[in-house]
């Protein structure tokens, strides 16, 4: 863009801070402290940003399905596998937890020009949280 008889350069800068524990750990240690149940390991979850291991692509968490863990079956395009499988063989990632429930994700999708909406089951095994936690953001030595 010319900008008074010279040259300018637009930058937009995005941060996304990244955290080492993942998500299973984090719902394990939600789930170890006070009223630690099912409601308030959803209750952290729901709307919090994850990012993939494998992939490195961010997913908005919209629920939890405690009614399936990583070692049920899901259908893919030609075949049956169960995710424990489907990540050993596209990923090399073993999962150790088999009884971990699953992550729901809600994404939009083009169908031959008609869009759909389509759930993302994500392993909580393979994610890292994003963001800061409220006690991370009162410790002034993390800031």
């Not at 996304?16 to 998500?23: A, E, G, W």
């Not at 494998?54 to 399936?68: E, L």
């Not at 596998?81 to 489907?86: G, L, R």
């Amino acid at each position: 863009r010319n900008y008074n008889g010279g040259t300018l350069l637009g930058l937009d800068i995005k941060h996304k801070v990244l955290r080492t524990d993942s998500v299973l750990e984090f719902m394990n240690s939600v789930a170890r402290g006070p009223g630690g149940n099912q409601n308030m390991i959803t209750k952290q979850l729901v709307g919090a940003i994850v990012m993939t291991k494998y992939n490195n692509k961010t997913y908005r968490v919209d629920d939890i399905a405690f009614d399936k863990k990583a070692s049920d079956s899901v259908e893919l395009k030609r075949e049956t596998t169960t995710y424990i499988d489907y990540y050993m063989r596209n990923y090399e990632m073993v999962i150790k937890d088999k009884n971990q429930p699953l992550l729901v994700c809600r994404s939009k999708t083009k169908v031959n020009g008609v869009e759909k909406e389509i759930l993302i089951h994500l392993v909580p095994e393979v994610c890292y949280m994003t963001g800061l936690t409220d006690n991370m953001r009162s410790n002034f030595k993390v800031m």
